[in-house]
DNA sequence: GGTCACTCTATTTTT
DNA sequence: TAGAGTGACC
């Protein structure tokens, strides 16, 4: 047989990791080195030449986008239907399947849903009042991330310790102790709950867990580096008897520690597993030489790597250019500026992306590519299946599903309002909790027993029988039709047309995206509900971003939505001390170092072009700051540098152990304290240099001093200290 | 039940 | 600065 389509075109280290034959594969994959081509190919050499079945391979992603890009890759290497019984999905939609086959095991009901971030959220608001716990002293967001972060570490409230009575931690206890039994009433399931149960599925039933390491001979995982504990736990049970797995990760490229992954799980991967073999891909196919070392250079300041270095055949390219702009003004005028230059040097706008640190950096950006005319796309923001009017629609066909769905029916019981409020609503929660029933049976039970007033009654049954109707109709259709129906009978279109003002327009326009959308899911083969698979498909999956995704645009981002894709050209904005690294990041250094990757992400994403700019002043929520230059910036080797522009007040300040370029650099030597330094006032304090200007006894320098705000001295008599 | 004015807060986000 | 959330009021 002729596999030489499996190992051509590869280099010796993508070949290296897709032959290799060790139980434990770990791919150290720099950006731009070629990694999907390697689990896709080490997935076809399992299979073409080893060969492994098709059914016996399982390939984990953290995204739904990743996952569809491997199938529809492994499906174009190897054709058509090879794909078939292999397991390709994200951790979250293979442990939903995993507790849909096992629910009974897994001490679920058949019929469980899925509880998106928003449901959660409004879930626990609810138990907050219940508990009469005051919101502004216990905002229901710190419960959410306390359970949520415990989850991630596969910690239940049974496991926590509350240290004697602690308050925080009892009152925080209470409302997960609370959370986890409204859940179990209801028959949902949180994000982080579909792993953890996952986990202990396989961990509480052996036999079913002896199945799927039958079953499986190889699991291949993609961004490693951000697995959190349960998902690597997870993975250390179904590989416990010795199952080969290849873990595909850079740890350079770790930034989402924040929410749970643990850099350590690549580290501890070789320790765990015997005969791993460690490929590193370091040869880069994206980057010009110049990037990459800046990129290189950057990320050595960072402790405890396992060490990579990125390389090129390419040529040096251009110098990094860094603008200093006066504001953000300035700043957003130079990027639509150069913009235009590209666009004249037949750059698409999709080759551009403009990277900032903090969503409120893009509304400055925004206005000025509106003057200047330049379409272009923001990513990330809100998920189609997140959006207001989307979530109603779907909460009315969660309730024909699951008439005990308590989330849904809060949702949309007077959505449109149809005269049940909040007094209506309030007497079916306590009967609800008082008798211990969902609120639609508490709801029948309160008819029943007629213990409504006449009007709220009316209204009560009214929404009653609507949703029984809607059920009656539904029956059979297929599932398009059913969406049509959900939302057209329960006056959600007619409510959002006489909605007034331009977003109302754009909700209709959703709601009848969504049955486009019910039209074209196709459920699995042996799936007996599509509506329900349709609404797991809907927690699960973010939905097309954007409407207008075809239209030629610049495209605006965060740096961490920037990860996994590339521009040739790349601005990223704001690199300033505060800002990026961010405030809130400074003081530890394992989070500095973080951003510090996320500085690495942002460089790696350019191609051929790469702008960086910062602003001497920023107003952002309404303050003026004084920032002085990000010290990832001065990170960079000076000679990789090309400053855009040098105003008479301020240039890029000397990294202190280089050599000095501009005559403000010698400038700066000349005074003693270079831009960024900190120093103290005998009056006003410590603070920083931002500016300076003069030389010699008329030197004067500009310091933001941490009370007094920034002020002018001159240095002669300002008596400073270095710090 | 809807509107208006006021307060509060502001890092990153997928599932 | 702006957006979301809340509470008073009609």
């Keep these: 047989m002729d596999v030489s389509y499996i190992l051509d075109d590869l280099n010796d280290a993508q070949r290296d990791a897709v032959t290799a034959d060790s139980t434990g594969t770990l791919v150290l994959a720099g950006a731009g080195s070629g990694k999907t081509r390697v689990l896709v190919h080490r997935i076809a050499w399992k299979i073409k030449v080893e060969g492994l079945s098709t059914y016996s391979i399982l390939a984990v992603t953290f995204t739904n986008k990743a996952a569809r890009e491997m199938r529809g890759r492994i499906e174009a290497l190897m054709g058509g239907n090879l794909n078939h019984g292999m397991w390709v999905g994200t951790f979250h939609g293979l442990a939903h399947r995993l507790l849909k086959a096992h629910a009974s095991e897994a001490g679920l009901p058949d019929n469980f849903q899925i509880l998106d971030s928003d449901d959660q959220f409004r879930q626990l608001k609810r138990i907050h009042r219940e508990l009469e716990l005051d919101d502004s002293r216990w905002p229901p967001r710190q419960s959410q991330y306390f359970i949520n972060g415990h989850k991630d570490e596969g910690r239940r409230a049974a496991h926590i310790d509350d240290f004697g009575g602690d308050l925080y931690l009892s009152t925080m206890l209470k409302v997960y102790r609370r959370y986890e039994e409204v859940c179990r009433q209801q028959g949902v399931i949180d994000f982080a709950e579909l792993l953890l149960r996952a986990l202990e599925l396989w961990r509480d039933n052996p036999a079913i867990l002896d199945h799927y390491q039958q079953r499986f001979k190889h699991v291949l995982v993609d961004e490693f580096q951000d697995t959190n504990a349960v998902q690597y736990a997870w993975l250390r049970l179904l590989s416990s008897k010795g199952m080969a797995m290849t873990a595909v990760g850079d740890d350079d490229q770790s930034i989402y520690g924040w ?355 910062y602003a001497e002043s920023r107003r952002l929520h309404g303050q003026e700051s004084f920032n002085s230059l990000s010290r990832f910036v001065r990170e960079i080797p000076n000679e990789l540098i090309d400053e855009v522009r040098i105003n008479n007040t301020v240039t890029r300040p000397s990294s202190y152990a280089q050599s000095t370029t501009s005559s403000q650099q010698a400038a700066a030597s000349s005074i003693g304290f270079g831009l960024g330094q900190r120093v103290l006032h005998s009056i006003f304090g410590a603070g920083v240099v931002i500016s300076f200007e003069g030389q010699g006894a008329s030197a004067r320098v500009q310091v933001n001093f941490e009370d007094e705000g920034s002020k002018w001295l001159v240095l002669q008599y300002a008596n400073l200290q270095a710090l």
């Design 259 to 613: 929410r749970g992954a643990r850099i350590e799980n690549i580290q501890q991967f070789s320790k765990d597993i015997a005969n791993t073999q460690i490929v590193r891909l370091e040869q880069n196919y994206r980057s010009t030489n110049n990037i990459l070392k800046a990129a290189n250079a950057l990320i050595a300041n960072n402790s405890q790597r396992l060490g990579k270095e990125l390389w090129t055949e390419g040529e040096d390219g251009d110098k990094i250019a860094l603008f200093a702009a006066f504001n953000e003004q300035d700043e957003a005028r130079f990027v639509t500026d150069r913009i235009d230059e590209l666009l004249r040097d037949d750059y698409r706008r999709s080759d551009i992306g403009v990277l900032y640190r903090s969503n409120a950096q893009s509304r400055v950006l925004e206005e000025y590519l509106v003057r200047a005319g330049v379409p272009y796309r923001i990513y990330g923001g809100q998920r189609f299946y997140d959006r207001l009017e989307i979530k109603n629609a779907l909460a009315y066909l969660r309730i024909i599903a699951l008439r005990d769905d308590d989330t849904a029916i809060e949702r949309v019981i007077n959505t449109p309002t149809r005269g049940i409020g909040n007094r209506t609503v309030e007497i079916l929660r306590e009967y609800a909790r008082e008798h211990q029933l969902s609120l639609w049976r508490s709801a029948v039970a309160v008819m029943e027993n007629g213990l409504l007033t006449a009007r709220a009654g009316n209204a009560l049954r009214g929404f009653l029988s609507l949703i029984e109707e809607l059920a009656g109709e539904c029956q059979d259709l297929p599932l398009d039709e059913q969406v049509s129906i959900a939302i057209d009978r329960s006056g959600l279109i007619a409510f959002h047309e006489k909605e007034k003002g331009e977003k109302a327009q754009a909700r209709v326009e959703n709601l009848q995206e969504l049955i486009t959308a019910a039209r074209g899911y196709s459920a699995d083969d042996d799936e007996t509900e599509p509506l329900r698979a349709f609404l797991d498909q809907a927690a699960l999956d973010a939905g097309d971003q954007q409407a207008d995704e075809h239209e030629d645009s610049v495209q605006l981002m965060t740096l961490h939505s920037a990860k996994g894709l590339e521009f040739p050209a790349v601005f990223i904005v704001g690199v300033e001390e505060n800002l990026f690294p961010h405030k809130m990041s400074m003081d530890d250094p394992e989070r500095l170092e973080e951003e510090r990757r996320l500085a690495y992400v942002g460089i790696t994403r350019a191609e051929r072009k790469l702008y960086l700019s």
